[in-house]
């Protein structure tokens, strides 16, 4: 299995480039196990034409100013109009438990977003590219810790290289996120992930990260994150990770923090060749249909 992961470049609780709120786990501490599940770095891979790839996952995160439980995060992902693109929409519900207050319950901030890999791995010297905008609503109640109180965009760019027959990867990224509330806390993700699949399938991944805030009110978040993904066919994944800030907890940042859940993979997304890096990357279907067919044709002529 190659990363079949998800998509969310920007998700998992809301936005961290979210404005300044009561606590710092309402805004930086939502957003370190967004990305592809298990990890937070996105990569180019997208379902296939009309494929599916919906994510199930709970996720944990630990600060000095209290804890966020995201349970669940359904993470939606459709190959929309070929191979190369995808539709994703993104809905959690967010529990807030902040230290000496009450714990809140309710629906975060919605994403939207659009993944266009515009150039394949046999196209690029071996590399895989991609863009993908996402817009985050602001449906979350930022009165009570669950949503950023404001619209805003990323727009990240992905990048992915594969060696060893495809057993090892390499995965950069980066975004720039763009804030149109009156918290005006626009800033950059980065985030280097790399993995390797073992024989039985298991994949081991890892990734270091950056969120850094250009309003000097927010706190910049280095990470690091290990995760797995472990299938149990063609279309059930299982997928964990684990990781806290580079900086101490003294300053707000994450101490901890995990994920578990499913990917559930429908369609084109279960078959195993994957287009972001296999040769023959960006073939449509039809086309494909087509050569089976003149194939076909061409052994009946000769038996003839």
Same mark, same amino acid.
């Given at each position: 299995?190659?990363?079949?992961?998800?998509?969310?470049?920007?998700?998992?609780?809301?936005?961290?480039?979210?404005?300044?709120?009561?606590?710092?786990?309402?805004?930086?501490?939502?957003?370190?196990?967004?990305?592809?599940?298990?990890?937070?770095?996105? =990569?180019?891979?997208?379902?296939?034409?009309? #494929? *599916?790839?919906?994510?199930?996952?709970?996720? @944990? %995160?630990?600060?000095? !100013?209290?804890?966020?439980?995201?349970?669940?995060?359904?993470?939606?992902?459709?190959?929309?109009?070929?191979?190369?693109?995808?539709?994703?929409?993104?809905?959690?519900?967010?529990?807030?438990?902040?230290?000496?207050?009450?714990?809140?319950?309710?629906?975060?901030?919605?994403?939207?977003?659009?993944?266009?890999?515009?150039?394949?791995?046999?196209?690029?010297?071996?590399?895989?590219?991609?863009?993908?905008?996402?817009?985050?609503?602001?449906?979350?109640?930022?009165?009570?810790?669950?949503?950023?109180?404001?619209?805003?965009?990323?727009?990240?760019?992905?990048?992915?290289?594969?060696?060893?027959?495809?057993?090892?990867?390499?995965?950069?990224?980066?975004?720039?996120?763009? =804030?149109?509330?009156?918290?005006?806390?626009? #800033? *950059?993700?980065?985030?280097?992930?790399?993995? @390797? %699949?073992?024989?039985? !399938?298991?994949?081991?991944?890892?990734?270091?990260?950056?969120?850094?805030?250009?309003?000097?009110?927010?706190?910049?978040?280095?990470?690091?994150?290990?995760?797995?993904?472990?299938?149990?066919?063609?279309?059930?994944?299982?997928?964990?990770?684990?990781?806290?800030?580079?900086?101490?907890?003294?300053?707000?940042?994450?101490?901890?923090?995990?994920?578990?859940?499913?990917?559930?993979?429908?369609?084109?997304?279960?078959?195993?060749?994957?287009?972001?890096?296999?040769?023959?990357?960006?073939?449509?279907?039809?086309?494909?249909?087509?050569?089976?067919?003149?194939?076909?044709?061409?052994?009946?002529?000769?038996?003839?």
């Amino acid at each position: 299995m190659h990363r079949d992961r998800t998509s969310s470049a920007y998700s998992t609780l809301k936005p961290p480039f979210g404005g300044v709120t009561a606590l710092i786990v309402a805004s930086l501490g939502q957003l370190v196990i967004a990305g592809s599940p298990p990890l937070s770095t996105d =990569d180019p891979e997208t379902p296939g034409y009309g #494929g *599916w790839e919906i994510n199930v996952t709970s996720s @944990y %995160e630990h600060t000095r !100013d209290g804890t966020v439980l995201e349970a669940p995060l359904f993470d939606i992902n459709y190959g929309l109009t070929s191979d190369r693109d995808q539709l994703k929409l993104e809905i959690p519900l967010i529990s807030n438990d902040p230290e000496n207050a009450e714990a809140e319950l309710g629906m975060g901030d919605f994403d939207v977003g659009y993944k266009y890999r515009f150039l394949d791995s046999d196209e690029n010297n071996g590399w895989a590219i991609s863009i993908y905008p996402q817009l985050s609503t602001p449906t979350g109640d930022e009165r009570r810790g669950l949503g950023s109180g404001d619209a805003e965009l990323l727009i990240p760019f992905e990048f992915q290289k594969s060696f060893w027959n495809d057993k090892l990867w390499i995965n950069p990224e980066v975004g720039y996120n763009i =804030d149109f509330g009156r918290h005006n806390s626009n #800033g *950059w993700k980065l985030g280097l992930a790399m993995g @390797y %699949e073992f024989p039985n !399938d298991f994949e081991i991944q890892g990734e270091v990260g950056a969120f850094l805030f250009e309003d000097r009110r927010e706190t910049d978040n280095p990470f690091f994150n290990i995760g797995f993904a472990q299938p149990l066919n063609h279309n059930v994944v299982l997928l964990g990770s684990a990781g806290r800030s580079f900086r101490s907890s003294e300053d707000g940042t994450p101490n901890f923090f995990c994920l578990f859940g499913v990917q559930f993979l429908f369609g084109a997304a279960a078959h195993e060749t994957h287009p972001a890096h296999e040769e023959g990357a960006g073939i449509a279907t039809d086309v494909e249909s087509a050569e089976t067919l003149n194939a076909e044709s061409s052994e009946s002529h000769h038996q003839l």
